[in-house]
């Protein structure tokens, strides 16, 4: 099982639910997605994590949706604004995987009652030119269908 991503970590992202081969298929770099989710995965630091890193590794059309809402941002004025108001205020645990040949993240929000980290939804990303052109925020989905686990403990 892959190990549970937090900011600071040393992150070993890989694709593919059987043997999860080294990103390097994918033409975003590996220290490039370092720096596009590194500074979302937890709250970081009293000043709060660093949203122009996000930002920075989006297309500047980008897309953000989160199935089955019907809301949905475009642009990176828009999606800065959404991860501010919301998911950045929260803790989060990510682990890495792949849904239908793309980069995919199983996130876990922390849940006090539970002490620990729940599933979250399915982050898929669309890349385009070494940009993130979309994510793709599945809410319910069953993350151990991609091989991932129910929770993550602290």
């Not at 920075?56 to 809402?69: F, I, K, Q, V």
């Not at 729940?118 to 052109?133: N, Q, S, Y």
Request: charged letters at 25%.
């Amino acid at each position: 099982m892959p190990e549970a991503i937090a900011l600071g970590d040393v992150l070993h992202l890989r694709t593919g639910i059987g043997d999860r081969d080294e990103l390097t298929a994918c033409p975003l770099a590996a220290d490039q997605l370092r720096g596009l989710l590194a500074p979302r995965l937890s709250r970081g630091a009293a000043a709060g994590p660093d949203v122009d890193a996000v930002v920075a590794m989006l297309a500047d059309d980008a897309r953000y949706s989160m199935p089955p809402l019907p809301a949905w941002y475009r642009g990176k004025d828009e999606i800065r604004a959404f991860l501010l108001r919301d998911p950045l205020q929260r803790r989060w645990r990510f682990l890495p995987t792949s849904a239908n040949g793309q980069v995919a993240f199983g996130t876990y929000l922390w849940d006090d009652a539970a002490a620990a980290y729940i599933p979250g939804g399915l982050d898929v990303l669309t890349l385009r030119d070494g940009r993130v052109a979309e994510i793709a925020a599945f809410l319910n989905a069953d993350l151990t269908r991609f091989g991932l686990p129910e929770r993550v403990d602290p």
